[in-house]
């Protein structure tokens, strides 16, 4: 049963800490997604990655929130240092998107619940 | 910022009963999703209905579209306590930024 999945599933931490949240998509799919969840804003979009290149990180504050793809199988997104308002789920997705083609299904990951305190 | 707008942004009917909400969007589509997220999970795709299709069914979810009026709705007949969740409505321009765009969700609680 291919998924995409997550670590850490749940984050607390101070302060002016790095977090690191991880995210293998499932084999095959070429796109990744970064979604944040919040009550207020709710799922805004980070950045996307089209095999392994960013496409996209414009929803993302950059002073801060850096998002990579080492390789296929994995893709981070990391907040340095981090600040009580990027308390948040943060979700994974992925997707087979092909060229010249919009908005094909994506399929998500559990999320990471980080809390910043 | 959010794309979709969903209505109403909560819901509660009894089992058996119909459930129907409402998306609005601003741009020109590709295409329109509607995901479901049970509490604490992740969403899940349900179905999805391209700009050329007005209709479209899938077991107990019936999907429209009015690209003329830029607004879906989700119809989810004979409801069931399982049916609990909040659903998205997502889009994709057909320029520009083509990753999915999600409205911000209607939660929905059946009643058993």
């Known amino acids: 049963d291919a998924r995409v999945t997550q670590t850490p599933r749940h984050k607390v931490t101070e302060m002016g800490q790095e977090v690191t949240m991880r995210c293998q998509p499932i084999?095959?799919?070429?796109?990744v997604f970064w979604y944040r969840q919040t009550m207020m804003q709710g799922l805004e979009l980070l950045a996307y990655?089209?095999?392994?290149?960013?496409?996209?990180d414009s929803g993302m504050p950059k002073d801060r929130f850096s998002a990579e793809m080492p390789d296929a199988t994995l893709a981070t997104l990391k907040i340095q240092p981090s600040e009580p308002r990027d308390s948040a789920v943060y979700f994974c997705?992925?997707?087979?998107?092909?060229?010249?083609?919009?908005?094909?299904?994506?399929?998500f990951g559990e999320g990471s619940w980080l809390t910043v305190v | 910022s959010q794309q979709g707008e969903e209505d109403p942004q909560a819901l509660s009917i009894q089992e058996g009963e119909n459930a129907t909400m409402n998306c609005s969007y601003k741009?020109?589509?590709?295409?329109l999703q509607w995901y479901r997220q049970n509490s604490g999970r992740g969403l899940v795709h349900l179905i999805l209905i391209r700009s050329n299709e007005r209709e479209k069914h899938s077991g107990r979810l019936r999907v429209t579209l009015d690209t003329s009026k830029k607004s879906s709705s989700l119809l989810i007949t004979a409801s069931r306590a399982a049916d609990t969740a909040s659903y998205f409505c997502?889009?994709?321009?057909?320029?520009?930024?083509?990753?999915?765009?999600f409205g911000s969700g209607t939660r929905l609680q059946v009643q058993p």
């Open positions: 741009t020109s589509i590709n295409n």
């Open positions: 997502a889009t994709a321009g057909d320029t520009g930024r083509r990753a999915l765009t």
């Open positions: 990655f089209r095999n392994r290149a960013p496409l996209d």
């Open positions: 997705a992925s997707g087979l998107v092909f060229l010249g083609a919009a908005g094909n299904t994506i399929y």
């Open positions: 084999l095959g799919h070429n796109t």
